[in-house]
Protein backbone atom coordinates (compact mmCIF):
# COMPACT_ATOMS: atom_id res chain seq x y z
CA UNK A 1 0.00 0.00 0.00
CA UNK A 2 1.34 3.36 -1.20
CA UNK A 3 -0.42 6.27 0.74
CA UNK A 4 0.26 9.81 1.28
CA UNK A 5 -0.99 11.55 4.25
CA UNK A 6 -2.94 13.79 2.12
CA UNK A 7 -4.50 11.07 0.24
CA UNK A 8 -5.62 9.58 3.43
CA UNK A 9 -7.16 13.05 4.43
CA UNK A 10 -9.72 13.27 1.31
CA UNK A 11 -10.44 9.36 1.71
CA UNK A 12 -11.46 9.67 5.35
CA UNK A 13 -13.60 12.91 4.45
CA UNK A 14 -14.72 10.74 1.72
CA UNK A 15 -16.60 8.28 4.28
CA UNK A 16 -17.42 10.20 6.83
CA UNK A 17 -19.36 12.37 4.58
CA UNK A 18 -20.55 9.18 3.49
CA UNK A 19 -21.91 8.27 7.01
CA UNK A 20 -23.30 11.51 7.28
CA UNK A 21 -25.44 10.70 3.94
CA UNK A 22 -26.58 7.78 5.46
CA UNK A 23 -27.58 9.36 8.71
CA UNK A 24 -29.02 12.38 7.82
CA UNK A 25 -32.44 12.64 9.26
CA UNK A 26 -33.43 15.37 7.00
CA UNK A 27 -33.22 16.44 3.23
CA UNK A 28 -30.71 19.79 4.11
CA UNK A 29 -28.03 17.43 5.50
CA UNK A 30 -27.98 14.78 2.71
CA UNK A 31 -27.42 18.32 0.69
CA UNK A 32 -24.59 18.79 2.40
CA UNK A 33 -23.33 15.63 2.60
CA UNK A 34 -23.26 15.23 -1.08
CA UNK A 35 -21.28 18.89 -1.39
CA UNK A 36 -18.94 17.57 1.02
CA UNK A 37 -18.56 14.56 -0.59
CA UNK A 38 -17.76 16.27 -4.19
CA UNK A 39 -15.05 18.07 -3.05
CA UNK A 40 -13.28 15.00 -0.91
CA UNK A 41 -13.15 13.52 -4.34
CA UNK A 42 -12.05 16.69 -5.83
CA UNK A 43 -9.18 16.50 -3.28
CA UNK A 44 -8.03 13.29 -3.76
CA UNK A 45 -7.92 13.63 -7.45
CA UNK A 46 -5.72 16.48 -7.07
CA UNK A 47 -3.59 15.14 -4.60
CA UNK A 48 -2.23 12.00 -6.23
CA UNK A 49 1.37 12.46 -6.78
CA UNK A 50 2.12 15.60 -4.67
CA UNK A 51 5.13 16.82 -3.54
CA UNK A 52 5.83 19.98 -1.44
CA UNK A 53 6.65 23.04 -3.68
CA UNK A 54 4.95 21.69 -6.62
CA UNK A 55 4.34 24.19 -9.62
CA UNK A 56 1.53 24.62 -11.91
CA UNK A 57 1.56 23.11 -15.60
CA UNK A 58 1.41 26.49 -16.64
CA UNK A 59 4.57 28.50 -18.93
CA UNK A 60 6.95 27.79 -21.49
CA UNK A 61 9.22 26.45 -19.55
CA UNK A 62 8.22 23.09 -17.34
CA UNK A 63 10.95 21.72 -14.85
CA UNK A 64 10.23 18.34 -13.84
CA UNK A 65 8.15 19.09 -10.51
CA UNK A 66 5.25 19.89 -12.14
CA UNK A 67 1.72 18.67 -11.44
CA UNK A 68 -0.20 16.65 -13.51
CA UNK A 69 -2.44 18.21 -15.46
CA UNK A 70 -5.22 15.28 -16.46
CA UNK A 71 -6.72 15.36 -13.48
CA UNK A 72 -7.13 18.94 -13.01
CA UNK A 73 -8.61 19.52 -16.46
CA UNK A 74 -11.09 16.40 -15.29
CA UNK A 75 -11.57 18.32 -12.18
CA UNK A 76 -12.62 21.64 -13.11
CA UNK A 77 -15.60 20.19 -15.36
CA UNK A 78 -16.37 18.07 -12.39
CA UNK A 79 -16.86 21.06 -10.22
CA UNK A 80 -19.26 22.75 -12.85
CA UNK A 81 -21.35 19.43 -12.92
CA UNK A 82 -21.46 19.19 -8.92
CA UNK A 83 -22.99 23.26 -8.77
CA UNK A 84 -25.54 21.60 -11.74
CA UNK A 85 -26.36 18.55 -9.34
CA UNK A 86 -26.45 21.46 -5.60
CA UNK A 87 -28.95 23.71 -7.59
CA UNK A 88 -31.39 20.56 -9.29
CA UNK A 89 -31.23 19.43 -5.63
CA UNK A 90 -31.96 22.36 -3.56
CA UNK A 91 -35.13 22.87 -6.31
CA UNK A 92 -36.39 19.42 -5.40
CA UNK A 93 -35.92 20.63 -1.84
CA UNK A 94 -38.18 23.60 -1.95
CA UNK A 95 -41.06 21.49 -4.57
CA UNK A 96 -41.20 18.86 -1.34
CA UNK A 97 -41.41 21.51 1.42
CA UNK A 98 -43.82 23.47 -0.17
CA UNK A 99 -45.99 20.14 -0.94
CA UNK A 100 -45.82 18.50 2.46
CA UNK A 101 -44.94 21.38 4.91
CA UNK A 102 -41.58 19.07 5.91
CA UNK A 103 -38.13 18.37 5.01
CA UNK A 104 -37.82 15.17 7.65
CA UNK A 105 -36.98 11.61 5.79
CA UNK A 106 -39.58 9.36 8.47
CA UNK A 107 -42.36 12.39 8.67
CA UNK A 108 -41.97 11.99 4.94
CA UNK A 109 -42.00 8.59 4.44
CA UNK A 110 -45.08 8.58 6.86
CA UNK A 111 -47.25 11.14 4.92
CA UNK A 112 -46.25 8.63 1.70
CA UNK A 113 -47.86 5.66 3.05
CA UNK A 114 -50.99 7.23 3.71
CA UNK B 1 1.80 24.01 6.68
CA UNK B 2 -0.31 22.03 4.37
CA UNK B 3 -1.00 19.60 6.92
CA UNK B 4 -2.53 22.23 9.30
CA UNK B 5 -5.03 23.16 6.64
CA UNK B 6 -6.30 19.97 5.72
CA UNK B 7 -7.05 19.54 9.78
CA UNK B 8 -8.53 22.54 9.42
CA UNK B 9 -10.42 21.84 6.23
CA UNK B 10 -11.44 18.12 7.81
CA UNK B 11 -12.43 19.91 10.68
CA UNK B 12 -14.84 22.53 8.89
CA UNK B 13 -16.52 19.53 6.83
CA UNK B 14 -17.36 17.61 10.11
CA UNK B 15 -18.79 20.99 12.27
CA UNK B 16 -20.76 21.26 8.74
CA UNK B 17 -22.34 18.08 9.02
CA UNK B 18 -22.95 18.15 12.55
CA UNK B 19 -24.47 21.48 12.97
CA UNK B 20 -27.89 21.79 13.87
CA UNK B 21 -28.89 25.33 12.54
CA UNK B 22 -29.03 26.60 9.11
CA UNK B 23 -27.35 29.48 9.46
CA UNK B 24 -23.63 27.77 10.94
CA UNK B 25 -24.31 25.06 7.96
CA UNK B 26 -24.05 27.61 5.68
CA UNK B 27 -20.90 29.45 7.50
CA UNK B 28 -18.89 26.03 8.17
CA UNK B 29 -19.45 25.06 4.63
CA UNK B 30 -17.95 28.36 2.80
CA UNK B 31 -15.27 28.09 5.25
CA UNK B 32 -14.80 24.17 4.02
CA UNK B 33 -14.91 25.18 0.54
CA UNK B 34 -12.19 28.36 1.01
CA UNK B 35 -9.94 26.23 2.71
CA UNK B 36 -9.75 23.58 0.11
CA UNK B 37 -9.22 26.03 -2.47
CA UNK B 38 -5.97 27.49 -1.12
CA UNK B 39 -5.52 23.84 -0.76
CA UNK B 40 -5.49 22.91 -4.45
CA UNK B 41 -3.50 26.06 -5.25
CA UNK B 42 -0.74 24.17 -3.00
CA UNK B 43 -1.35 21.03 -4.97
CA UNK B 44 -0.58 22.92 -8.19
CA UNK B 45 -3.71 23.60 -9.74
CA UNK B 46 -4.61 27.21 -9.69
CA UNK B 47 -7.35 26.85 -12.23
CA UNK B 48 -9.53 24.27 -10.07
CA UNK B 49 -8.62 26.97 -6.64
CA UNK B 50 -10.11 29.64 -8.83
CA UNK B 51 -12.92 27.45 -9.87
CA UNK B 52 -14.02 26.26 -6.50
CA UNK B 53 -14.03 29.90 -5.12
CA UNK B 54 -16.58 30.87 -7.32
CA UNK B 55 -18.62 28.03 -7.26
CA UNK B 56 -18.68 28.48 -3.63
CA UNK B 57 -19.25 32.01 -3.21
CA UNK B 58 -22.40 31.41 -5.78
CA UNK B 59 -23.65 28.61 -4.27
CA UNK B 60 -23.79 30.20 -0.34
CA UNK B 61 -25.35 33.30 -2.11
CA UNK B 62 -28.32 31.11 -3.44
CA UNK B 63 -28.37 28.71 -0.91
CA UNK B 64 -29.03 31.61 1.76
CA UNK B 65 -31.85 33.22 -1.24
CA UNK B 66 -33.13 29.78 -0.95
CA UNK B 67 -33.01 28.93 2.63
CA UNK B 68 -34.21 32.55 3.87
CA UNK B 69 -37.87 31.95 2.46
CA UNK B 70 -38.87 28.77 3.14
CA UNK B 71 -37.24 28.31 6.48
CA UNK B 72 -35.65 30.20 9.51
CA UNK B 73 -31.88 30.72 9.28
CA UNK B 74 -31.65 30.63 13.00
CA UNK B 75 -33.94 27.38 13.80
CA UNK B 76 -32.81 23.78 13.90
CA UNK B 77 -32.45 22.01 10.80
CA UNK B 78 -35.08 19.11 12.08
CA UNK B 79 -36.97 20.38 15.12
CA UNK B 80 -39.56 17.65 14.91
CA UNK B 81 -36.89 14.65 15.26
CA UNK B 82 -37.22 13.38 19.14
CA UNK B 83 -34.75 14.04 21.17
CA UNK B 84 -34.70 12.14 24.04
CA UNK B 85 -34.86 8.81 22.92
CA UNK B 86 -33.45 5.47 24.72
CA UNK B 87 -29.47 4.30 24.75
CA UNK B 88 -30.13 1.11 22.79
CA UNK B 89 -32.20 2.56 20.24
CA UNK B 90 -29.66 4.96 19.26
CA UNK B 91 -27.14 2.34 19.42
CA UNK B 92 -29.41 0.09 16.54
CA UNK B 93 -29.88 3.21 14.58
CA UNK B 94 -26.29 4.13 14.48
CA UNK B 95 -24.48 0.93 13.99
CA UNK B 96 -25.07 -0.31 10.58
CA UNK B 97 -24.16 2.63 8.71
CA UNK B 98 -21.31 2.66 11.14
CA UNK B 99 -20.12 -0.79 10.06
CA UNK B 100 -21.71 -0.18 6.28
CA UNK B 101 -19.00 2.78 6.05
CA UNK B 102 -15.98 0.67 7.35
CA UNK B 103 -16.62 -2.19 5.24
CA UNK B 104 -16.45 0.03 2.43
CA UNK B 105 -13.55 1.95 3.54
CA UNK B 106 -11.68 -1.26 4.21
CA UNK B 107 -12.52 -2.65 0.81
CA UNK B 108 -11.52 0.84 -1.04
CA UNK B 109 -8.25 0.61 0.96
CA UNK B 110 -7.48 -3.28 -0.07
CA UNK B 111 -8.20 -2.33 -3.52
CA UNK B 112 -6.00 0.19 -3.95
CA UNK B 113 -3.49 -0.60 -6.36
CA UNK B 114 0.32 -1.15 -5.55
CA UNK B 115 3.22 0.81 -6.43
CA UNK B 116 3.96 4.14 -8.12
CA UNK B 117 1.53 6.29 -9.89
CA UNK B 118 1.96 5.89 -13.55
CA UNK B 119 2.87 9.05 -15.45
CA UNK B 120 2.63 7.87 -18.84
CA UNK B 121 -0.13 10.24 -20.04
CA UNK B 122 1.04 13.24 -17.89
CA UNK B 123 4.67 13.36 -19.62
CA UNK B 124 3.15 12.62 -23.10
CA UNK B 125 0.85 15.41 -22.62
CA UNK B 126 3.32 17.69 -21.29
CA UNK B 127 5.76 17.35 -24.09
CA UNK B 128 3.27 17.69 -26.86
CA UNK B 129 0.60 20.48 -26.19
CA UNK B 130 2.33 23.10 -27.50
CA UNK B 131 2.88 21.30 -30.36
CA UNK B 132 -0.24 19.84 -31.11
CA UNK B 133 -3.11 22.08 -29.43
CA UNK B 134 -1.47 25.35 -28.57
CA UNK B 135 -1.51 27.74 -25.94
CA UNK B 136 0.85 27.98 -22.65
CA UNK B 137 -1.56 26.54 -20.29
CA UNK B 138 -1.61 22.80 -19.80
CA UNK B 139 -4.94 22.66 -18.39
CA UNK B 140 -6.87 25.00 -21.36
CA UNK B 141 -5.27 22.63 -23.96
CA UNK B 142 -6.19 19.52 -22.41
CA UNK B 143 -10.04 20.46 -21.96
CA UNK B 144 -9.74 21.95 -25.12
CA UNK B 145 -7.85 19.85 -27.30
CA UNK B 146 -7.24 16.54 -26.38
CA UNK B 147 -10.26 15.55 -24.43
CA UNK B 148 -12.78 18.04 -25.99
CA UNK B 149 -15.43 15.50 -25.52
CA UNK B 150 -15.54 15.81 -21.87
CA UNK B 151 -16.46 19.31 -22.22
CA UNK B 152 -19.10 18.99 -24.41
CA UNK B 153 -20.59 16.49 -22.19
CA UNK B 154 -20.29 18.80 -19.27
CA UNK B 155 -21.85 21.89 -20.99
CA UNK B 156 -24.70 19.33 -22.06
CA UNK B 157 -25.18 18.36 -18.47
CA UNK B 158 -24.90 22.00 -17.64
CA UNK B 159 -27.54 22.71 -19.96
CA UNK B 160 -30.07 20.07 -18.37
CA UNK B 161 -29.76 20.82 -15.21
CA UNK B 162 -31.02 24.59 -16.32
CA UNK B 163 -34.04 22.47 -17.82
CA UNK B 164 -34.24 20.72 -14.94
CA UNK B 165 -34.39 23.62 -12.92
CA UNK B 166 -36.64 26.19 -14.98
CA UNK B 167 -38.75 22.78 -15.67
CA UNK B 168 -39.90 21.70 -11.64
CA UNK B 169 -40.08 25.62 -10.29
CA UNK B 170 -44.37 26.29 -9.98
CA UNK B 171 -44.36 29.44 -11.53
CA UNK B 172 -44.73 29.83 -14.96
CA UNK B 173 -43.11 32.34 -17.33
CA UNK B 174 -45.98 34.75 -17.71
CA UNK B 175 -47.01 34.91 -14.16
CA UNK B 176 -43.30 36.61 -13.81
CA UNK B 177 -42.49 38.75 -16.17
CA UNK B 178 -43.49 42.11 -15.42
CA UNK B 179 -43.79 42.38 -11.76
CA UNK B 180 -41.15 44.56 -9.91
CA UNK B 181 -40.27 42.98 -6.65
CA UNK B 182 -39.68 44.93 -3.42
CA UNK B 183 -38.09 42.71 -0.17
CA UNK B 184 -35.68 42.20 1.66
CA UNK B 185 -32.64 44.26 0.58
CA UNK B 186 -32.38 47.51 0.68
CA UNK B 187 -30.89 49.31 -2.12
CA UNK B 188 -29.43 52.49 0.31
CA UNK B 189 -27.28 50.48 2.57
CA UNK B 190 -23.66 50.22 2.55
CA UNK B 191 -23.13 46.98 1.18
CA UNK B 192 -25.14 48.38 -2.18
CA UNK B 193 -22.74 51.17 -2.51
CA UNK B 194 -19.83 48.93 -2.28
CA UNK B 195 -21.29 46.07 -4.65
CA UNK B 196 -21.95 49.37 -7.02
CA UNK B 197 -17.94 50.37 -6.72
CA UNK B 198 -16.70 46.85 -7.20
CA UNK B 199 -19.13 45.63 -9.84
CA UNK B 200 -17.23 46.68 -12.96
CA UNK B 201 -14.01 45.49 -11.94
CA UNK B 202 -15.92 41.87 -11.39
CA UNK B 203 -16.94 42.13 -14.74
CA UNK B 204 -13.27 43.17 -16.03
CA UNK B 205 -11.80 40.45 -14.14
CA UNK B 206 -14.50 37.85 -15.43
CA UNK B 207 -13.24 39.17 -19.24
CA UNK B 208 -9.83 39.42 -18.16
CA UNK B 209 -10.14 35.56 -17.41
CA UNK B 210 -11.85 34.03 -20.11
CA UNK B 211 -8.89 36.05 -22.98
CA UNK B 212 -6.23 35.27 -20.79
CA UNK B 213 -7.45 31.42 -20.69
CA UNK B 214 -5.07 29.75 -22.92
CA UNK B 215 -1.96 31.48 -21.55
CA UNK B 216 -2.33 31.54 -17.86
CA UNK B 217 -4.54 30.34 -15.39
CA UNK B 218 -8.25 30.77 -15.79
CA UNK B 219 -10.42 29.93 -18.54
CA UNK B 220 -14.24 29.55 -19.84
CA UNK B 221 -15.47 28.09 -16.44
CA UNK B 222 -13.98 30.43 -13.89
CA UNK B 223 -14.75 33.81 -16.37
CA UNK B 224 -18.16 32.53 -16.82
CA UNK B 225 -19.01 32.21 -13.14
CA UNK B 226 -17.63 36.32 -12.61
CA UNK B 227 -19.59 37.52 -15.47
CA UNK B 228 -22.66 35.78 -14.04
CA UNK B 229 -22.08 37.60 -10.51
CA UNK B 230 -22.00 40.77 -12.08
CA UNK B 231 -25.84 40.14 -13.31
CA UNK B 232 -26.32 38.84 -10.00
CA UNK B 233 -25.52 42.12 -8.54
CA UNK B 234 -27.67 43.69 -10.66
CA UNK B 235 -30.50 42.24 -8.48
CA UNK B 236 -29.09 42.68 -5.50
CA UNK B 237 -28.13 47.08 -6.36
CA UNK B 238 -31.58 47.44 -8.28
CA UNK B 239 -33.98 44.79 -6.79
CA UNK B 240 -36.00 44.21 -9.22
CA UNK B 241 -36.65 41.18 -11.44
CA UNK B 242 -37.20 41.38 -14.73
CA UNK B 243 -35.11 38.55 -16.70
CA UNK B 244 -36.46 37.67 -19.77
CA UNK B 245 -36.16 33.94 -19.13
CA UNK B 246 -36.86 33.09 -22.94
CA UNK B 247 -34.08 34.69 -24.54
CA UNK B 248 -31.53 33.59 -22.09
CA UNK B 249 -32.35 29.91 -22.86
CA UNK B 250 -32.71 30.12 -26.40
CA UNK B 251 -29.42 31.94 -26.22
CA UNK B 252 -28.02 29.38 -24.06
CA UNK B 253 -28.82 26.24 -26.30
CA UNK B 254 -27.42 28.48 -29.28
CA UNK B 255 -24.52 28.63 -27.48
CA UNK B 256 -24.13 25.50 -26.90
CA UNK B 257 -24.58 23.99 -30.29
CA UNK B 258 -22.01 26.95 -31.67
CA UNK B 259 -19.92 24.97 -29.09
CA UNK B 260 -20.50 21.69 -30.11
CA UNK B 261 -20.02 23.00 -34.00
CA UNK B 262 -16.68 24.49 -33.52
CA UNK B 263 -15.26 21.53 -32.13
CA UNK B 264 -16.27 19.24 -34.23
CA UNK B 265 -14.97 21.18 -37.09
CA UNK B 266 -11.86 21.79 -35.22
CA UNK B 267 -11.28 18.59 -34.04
CA UNK B 268 -12.76 16.11 -35.63
CA UNK B 269 -13.04 17.19 -39.04
CA UNK B 270 -9.47 18.48 -38.90
CA UNK B 271 -8.89 22.01 -39.54
CA UNK B 272 -6.51 21.75 -36.61
CA UNK B 273 -4.12 19.86 -38.92
CA UNK B 274 -4.81 21.98 -42.12
CA UNK B 275 -4.45 25.53 -40.42
CA UNK B 276 -1.95 26.04 -37.73
CA UNK B 277 -2.02 29.48 -37.80
CA UNK B 278 -5.89 29.96 -36.35
CA UNK B 279 -4.83 27.88 -33.25
CA UNK B 280 -4.93 30.98 -31.02
CA UNK B 281 -8.55 31.70 -32.36
CA UNK B 282 -9.94 28.71 -32.06
CA UNK B 283 -8.47 28.45 -28.07
CA UNK B 284 -10.04 32.15 -27.34
CA UNK B 285 -13.16 31.66 -29.15
CA UNK B 286 -13.96 28.60 -27.46
CA UNK B 287 -13.34 30.18 -24.05
CA UNK B 288 -15.68 32.82 -25.01
CA UNK B 289 -18.52 30.66 -26.00
CA UNK B 290 -17.93 28.42 -23.13
CA UNK B 291 -17.80 32.00 -20.69
CA UNK B 292 -21.49 33.11 -22.34
CA UNK B 293 -22.94 29.18 -22.05
CA UNK B 294 -21.58 28.83 -18.00
CA UNK B 295 -22.79 32.52 -17.54
CA UNK B 296 -26.38 32.39 -19.43
CA UNK B 297 -26.82 29.01 -17.04
CA UNK B 298 -26.17 30.20 -13.47
CA UNK B 299 -28.10 33.55 -14.61
CA UNK B 300 -30.89 31.59 -15.25
CA UNK B 301 -30.08 29.47 -11.85
CA UNK B 302 -29.88 32.38 -9.95
CA UNK B 303 -33.09 34.17 -11.15
CA UNK B 304 -35.36 31.00 -10.85
CA UNK B 305 -34.27 30.76 -6.97
CA UNK B 306 -35.67 34.35 -6.55
CA UNK B 307 -38.62 34.12 -8.55
CA UNK B 308 -38.88 31.56 -5.88
CA UNK B 309 -38.74 33.17 -2.90
CA UNK B 310 -40.34 36.69 -4.16
CA UNK B 311 -44.06 35.27 -4.37
Redesign the interface.
Known amino acids: ?3 E ?2 EI ?1 A ?3 F ?6 L ?2 S ?2 V ?2 GI ?2 M ?2 ME ?2 V ?2 FF ?5 Q ?1 G ?7 E ?1 GDN ?5 P ?6 A ?10 N ?6 L ?2 QFK ?3 W ?2 LKKKNME | MIYVLLIFWITSAILAIQARKLIRIIVYLAIFSTISAVCFFMFGAPDVAMAEVAVSSFSTVFMIVCFEKYFTLVTDVSPDAPKDLKFRYKLSKILPPVVFTLILAGLFIYFIPEGTVNTYLKDLYLERFRFDVGGENAVTSIYLGFRVYDTLFEALMLLISVVGVAHMSCRSEHEISGENFSGVTKSDSVDVYTIRIICPAMLIFGMYLVLNGHVSAGGGFQGGIAIASFFICRYLIYNVYDVRYGKIMSFEKMTFAAIALLASLFIFLGFYVQFPQIRTAYLISMNMLIAMKVSFGFIIIFYRYIAFERR
Open positions: MNYIVFIALFISLFGITKGIKVSIIIAVMLSLGFTILPPIGALVADPLQALMITIIIGVAVTAIMTMLIASRTTEDI
